[in-house]
Every structure is written in structure tokens, then in C-alpha cells.
């Protein structure tokens, strides 16, 4: 079994995005970076969440607060990424870092 190691991809300073979702391109695929208020110590909380829909594969929209996918009308969480109408089903998702106010991934090299 080989044995993977990860390498880190900064996304923009966190004033880059003045609002949130804010939709991101990585290589070629759409995600949208996330913002809980009050984590740990009161500070946010970014995660990054891919823009389709575990259901159907159609590209999730903000809307009225939440991710709205136009197939079938699931829809996720603005702030988790968690589907507010089908229990159990979430936009794919990883948590974000931030050092010195900047966005970083980790990606699997």
C-alpha cells in the first residue's frame, strides 16, 4: 500500500471574499467556501464544499441563505454544506486553515 502525503494550496486571503458562500475554481472544478461564525476561541470556521449535488450531479447555486441544486431541488446548508431537505446527505467537504488571514487546502499529492 503506498502511502500518501499532503501538500497544502492557498486559496486568497479571507478579504478576498466579501461575502460568503464565495464560489472558487480548483482545477477546473466549482466548490464554494463556507463561514461559521463563533468556532473554537470565537473565531470562524471556512470549509470548503464542492458545487455538485451528491444526487443528481447538477451545479449547486446560493439561494435565500442556502445551496440550491436546480435538478431536483435538494438543498444544503449556506454554513455547513448539510442538506436542509434530505436527512442524512451533504455537499463533499473539508475543512479550511487559516494562517495569517489566508484560506489553505489540503490537497492529497
Known sequence: MTEQSQTRQGLGKI???????????ID?????ILREEGGEAGEAVY???SAICPHAGGYVRPYNGELICPLH??????V?????????E???CQPLEVVDGELFMNKLA
Not at 15 to 25: G, L, Q
Open 28 to 32: 477546473h472544478d466549482s466548490y464554494f
Open 90 to 92: 451533504a455537499l463533499e
Open 73 to 78: 431541488f435538494w438543498s444544503f446548508d449556506a
Open 15 to 25: 478579504a478576498d471574499f466579501p461575502e460568503f458562500p464565495a464560489e472558487v475554481t
Open 47 to 49: 470549509r470548503l464544499v
Open 80 to 88: 455547513t454544506g448539510e442538506s436542509t431537505n434530505m436527512p442524512g
